[in-house]
């Protein structure tokens, strides 16, 4: 027998296959993190990509503007905020410094995950504001590539200097994170998220894992960074510990694309295709709804044979993630409906977490997919036309029944969000 560990919640779940049925093993192997990346960032931070330093950025500049990831976000910010505050002042101690969290459309964070995510100190010593993408009064930009209005927090307005930290991980429809999407979808209005996630831009065969040329969600992501005037980043590569491995500083553009460059080599991997694809969404804090779990999905999907089963692994511990999106499939017929029905919605009547349910749903018409989750989340997983087990190895025997003749063994991609996987 082969047994694995697949991720799920701060632990795991295990998994258990004959050596014979197994066809391959999907999974990067990125350097252990040496340390906790402090290191790193300090390197990075004194040798930027494509620009000066932080600190001579901030010496003109009185009003800074500091973008952060929310708590659905790995980014170890407690890490990565305190050297980049130390930078602007060390270029002006007198600078008035503002930290919004960038939520895009998600719910805000609240006070006791704030404090989780970046230390009580850090909270009680500076200011934290979090972004409400539905708040009236968003500042207008312009217009993006695809045609979309772009409206952003504020506080852009307010900022002589906009800076902002993330990290670095494939993307299911914008190639990679990091960068450019701490303005859009981190900082912008609900109206501009929404038409830059709509069913033309997301249903391109370009807007996929790992892809950035030609990708029209990333272009306009691009854009409107440039339009924002996002300055410097600090963007990080974790390990499946979630710990630091490698940190890019510098340059919006410059830096992000040299992160993605190393991410690429990272976290590239052959494709193994089965009848039954084994995943995760990486464990906590990115499986805690069901949402979420459609990334780690759509690695699956690049493997499993059509007509296969696709076994998710994610406690979901917060649920659906997003009430609209789990009716798309209480309240249609099957994944194909769902499909239709979004494909006729155009750019400026999208409606939230459309998109999601687009992918899903396109996933779900190429395989059956099963989520092994927390039990109070069973009678809400089955609206939605996906199977609900427990634990992996009993959805694992539901698969091959149901497979019958058709089952020709098993793929497992034990962290199906820190893959890009490559065809054969």
Known sequence: ??????????????????????????????????????????????????????????????????????????????ITLPPMLDEIRAGNPAAEIKILVATGVHRGTTRRELTEKFTQELVDREEFLVHDAAAPGMLPLGTLPSGCKLSVNPLVGWADLIVADG???????????????????????????????????????????????????????????????????VNVLLDDDKHIVAAFAGDAAAAHEAGCRRARELYSCRAACASVVVTSNGGYPLDQNVYQTVK?????????????????????????????????FSQSNGPRDVLDKIERIGADDTIADQWQAQILARVMTRASVALICEPKNREMVESMGLKWFADLDSAFAWAKNSLGERYDGVTVIPNGISVIVEEQ
């Not at 406690?315 to 798309?328: L, N, T």
């Open 1 to 78: 027998m082969k047994t694995f560990a697949i991720p799920y919640a701060a632990a795991s779940l295990p998994f258990s296959c004959e050596e014979s049925e197994l066809r391959g093993v999907v999974r990067c192997d990125p350097p252990q993190a040496d340390g906790d990346g402090r290191s790193l960032v300090a390197q990075a931070l004194a040798n930027p990509v494509g620009c000066e330093r932080l600190r001579e950025l901030a010496r003109g500049a009185q009003r800074v503007l500091v973008i952060t990831s929310d708590h659905t976000r790995p980014v170890p910010s407690h």
């Open 167 to 233: 990290f670095i991980e494939p993307h299911f429809f914008a190639g990679f994170s990091g960068g450019r999407k701490s303005i859009l979808p981190g900082i912008a209005s609900a109206k501009s998220v929404m038409t830059n996630h709509c069913s033309a831009l997301i249903g391109s065969a370009r807007a996929r894992t790992g892809i950035l040329e030609g990708n029209p969600i990333h272009e306009d992501m691009c854009a409107a960074a440039r339009l924002a005037g996002l300055r410097f980043v």
């Open 296 to 328: 780690s999905m759509t690695a699956a999907e690049s493997c499993v044979n059509e007509g296969g089963v696709i076994l998710c692994a994610a406690a979901c511990e917060d649920g659906s993630g997003g009430e609209e999106f789990v009716r798309w």
